[in-house]
């Protein structure tokens, strides 16, 4: 068996592995096709390739179906174009064994790139199904906001939030969510995405001698504007926007400095009914949104993605790494 290796190097781990993987790959498909190879000829392969390039790694059986499959997921043109181009392999494995369809492979390779995902916070947003929740909060961005930032605002939401670190939240208060929360700040701002500096928890807001206490704030790096969240463990009433308009016009008068954007609320809520929630918002001039939060989305997720879903444990584990990325 003769197998052309003046060009092919193990998988790197950057971008540029998209170029050699894929030529390994297509030459492994072509062959396939051209001698009908069965599977005992890639561990021949595997062998060969280890044999002519000692001390080289990455040519393993498992790697060199990987490479196949990668060639044949994706066009020969496809391969050196950017955003492809630019993921590591490990990368690439994630968006070959978890997603089928081709075009919802490339809108997530597209994201990891422009957001810097790690390949675990790759993994976690497709198997939270995040393609389906990213910029999906009922808001008045559109009217409230300027054009070139509202985009960006409504794309910062979610709806739902996945809040799977607070595990069974039947009878939960606001403030038992709001502290738990908090404990694992790391992992809510993952969920909430990139771009959010917490501020505080339970913040004091002082007007004409009266206190108010916003259950959380933070500061958007992106929008560079103050984000009020008001959670709530009850189903969405339109009183609840009066609340939290209150808040925001406060921060923007106490806290916000020269160059702060108008500050944005977000009201989270157990349950919301789309319609209503758009007539409430109409009749508030300050840019809020209003989205759903849960625990469990996993239940609501083909079997397929179920028992893919990370648990807690994993959670901390990622982010005690230091990947806590959007």
Known sequence: MHFSLARHRSPPRTGRCSRATGSIGHEILDRQQEQDWGSKVIDRLSTDLKNRCPGVTGYSPRNLKYMRAFAAAWAGEAIVQAPLAQLPWYHHLALLTKIDHPELRSWYAAAAVERGWTRDVLALHIDSRFHERAGKAVTNFATALPSEESDLAQQATRDPYLFDILGATDGWREREVEKKLVEHVGKFLLELGQGFAFIGQQVRLELDGEEFFCDLLFYHLELRCYVVIELKSVKFDASFLGQLGLYMAVVDDVLAKDGDKPTIGLLLC?????????????????????????????????EEFQSALPSVAELEAELASGAVED
């Open 270 to 302: 157990r349950n919301k009914k789309q319609v209503v929630a758009e007539y409430a918002l109409k009749g508030f001039k300050a840019p809020i949104g209003v989205a759903d939060w849960t625990s469990a989305i996993n239940r609501s997720l083909p």
